[in-house]
DNA sequence: TCGAATTTGTCCGTATGTATC
DNA sequence: AGATACATACGGACAAATTCG
């Protein structure tokens, strides 16, 4: 069921009936519509936090993500890149939403750099 | 209080005294340990989760993860590539462990390939 | 300035379902 | 068949922070 609410709720975002920095409605609210707890409404609402969709403004409300602009980094000869989540320390460093990857540029030598996944795109020049 | 749960689970973890594929404690035996409910271990669990620590086998258990042989991938000139985190549905398809970003890869038509971040390595070759 | 209302965060207890051993 | 273990859903209660009259 909280599926169900979290697919009715991503498609309302992906569709643009919900805009960025739109506000969600209430938990409250939205366990009254649909005559559930309010329980499985933040199980729902928890999915949509983990895939990056939305955040939360305690106590303001929950609201749709505002796309960041988007650096393009290119990948040299001889780097590699990887993805992951980030400990605390980088969430904390970064200034990192929930559900935010980094992606993690390895050079020759080895020395790691660590961008935020929602800022960046690599390219291959 | 769960989150001094998941603080000491992760310290174990990283501290090698719980080894990868080694089963966490039942969800019953860390409430009655620790005096507290059932629902905060598994918010506490649930945070590791998140952060792709932890894998569940349901119903056998929750096992520390273990990291997945790596797959390199060249990134061929044209294409960029980004990360974020899955979808339930992508979570399905592609067999993903929570806490596991995807690495998606664009060509230059425009054709998205998305694999999982925690198998995959992009280079340039 | 004060207090009420709103909203999310946390914790508790209970019950039932489902898959594994 | 029975025990075990995680998943899901319900309900209630209080805390903390913001907003607003």
Chains 1, 2 share one sequence.
Do not use: C, W
Not at 39 to 44: E, F, I, K, L, P
Not at 49 to 61: A, F, S
Not at 89 to 103: H, I, M, S, T
Request: aromatic fraction near 4%; charge should be neutral; hydrophobic fraction near 35%.
């Amino acid at each position: 069921m909280f599926r169900q609410l979290a697919d009715l709720l991503r498609n309302q975002i992906e569709s643009g009936e919900l805009g960025p920095g739109e506000p969600l409605p209430s938990e409250l609210r939205l366990a009254q519509e649909y005559n559930i707890s309010r329980t499985t409404v933040r199980q729902a609402i928890g999915q949509l936090r983990t895939e990056g969709l939305v955040t939360v403004d305690r106590p303001r409300g929950t609201f749709v993500r505002v796309p960041e602009p988007i650096e393009i980094i290119p990948l040299a000869r001889g780097e590699h890149a990887s993805a992951r989540m980030p400990t605390d320390a980088e969430r904390r460093k970064y200034r990192l939403g929930e559900g935010v990857p980094v992606l993690v540029v390895t050079a020759g030598d080895g020395t790691e750099t660590v961008h935020p996944a929602d800022r960046v795109q690599l390219t291959r020049p």
